[in-house]
């Protein structure tokens, strides 16, 4: 089992055409995804690696099946894009564009939401990886593997750290939501899932400064999640009011800290580690 993305998953790129899209493209195929589809407007009827570029999505979806798109195409064009995978009954839209203003996600996410179809992760995210399924967005798919673990990161980087920390484990599926203010799935979503996915045994999430997601994820975890959860928060030594990388992670007041999130998930049960390598030391704790 897996979350969101499995062997079945038939993916579509939505700029397939452009550098980063041939280029994560031809990384998702080697990784052993079903891409069957590209799209990219007034380019139908051309080809990538043998995989077919239609000018809409609809008109990918009816002829391939495809259940998944990936979005790599520039900021100001991301809202039409996801839109109109939403139209065209997608049931996951995964946003790896960053940059794309707020006023744009919060629009384009209530109208998934509205559609009650289509689930959309991200955007500014690495995407997801269930290993040896498939794999959806930038996630390198040679630096871990099948396992009972599950992860969730706002952080690229950290995702891959920690995939590769416990390789030797695996894991269920590993998700990154991306750190923008608004973002379509959110860490208590992924811990819904992992909760219900009878082959996740552990969950991993990990969060940063700013915000109240971690908060909030710590009440959810208290009421509805009875598998252990590890933590980590990244920012520890970062000053308070110090705007960080991603466009999220605003420390105010003492909600937001490192410190704050830390005593929260603590207080519900959720160990959490102080680096990355301790977090992982805690899986294995766990896992025995």
Do not use: W
Not at 35 to 47: I, R
Not at 217 to 222: H, L, S, V
């Amino acid at each position: 089992m897996a979350i969101f993305l499995d062997e079945n998953s038939k993916v579509l790129v939505q700029g397939m055409t452009g550098s980063e899209g041939t280029k994560h493209t031809r990384r998702m195929v080697a990784s052993g995804t079903n891409v069957v589809a590209g799209v990219t407007p007034g380019k139908g009827g051309q080809e990538v690696d043998g995989i077919p570029v239609f000018n809409s999505v609809a008109d990918a979806v009816e002829a391939t099946g495809a259940n998944v798109s990936v979005v790599f195409v520039p900021p100001k064009f991301t809202k039409g894009a996801v839109i109109e995978a939403v139209d065209a009954g997608v049931p996951l839209c995964v946003v790896i564009t960053e940059g794309v203003p707020v006023h744009d996600t919060a629009s384009f996410f209530q109208y998934a939401q509205n559609s009650g179809t289509t689930r959309v992760i991200g955007p500014n995210c690495p995407g997801l990886i269930s290993p040896g399924k498939s794999n959806a967005g930038i996630i390198p798919g040679d630096i871990t593997q099948s396992g009972r673990i599950g992860l969730v990161s706002k952080s690229g980087t950290l995702t891959y750290q920690m995939m590769f920390e416990l390789r030797d484990i695996g894991f269920s599926t590993c998700l990154g939501i991306g750190g923008d203010p608004i973002i379509g799935t959110t860490h208590i979503d992924a811990l819904a899932a992992f909760q219900a996915d009878p082959d996740t045994d552990v969950i991993v999430m990990i969060g940063e400064i700013g915000g109240d997601a971690e908060e909030r994820a710590a009440a959810f975890i208290k009421d509805n999640v009875t598998k252990p959860v590890v933590g980590y928060v990244a920012g520890f030594t970062a000053p308070e009011g110090k705007t960080m990388g991603h466009a999220g992670a605003i420390v105010s007041g003492s909600s937001g800290t490192a410190a704050a999130k830390q005593s929260a998930l603590e207080a519900v049960g959720v160990r959490v580690g102080k680096t990355p390598s301790e977090t992982a030391r805690l899986v294995r704790d766990i896992l025995g």
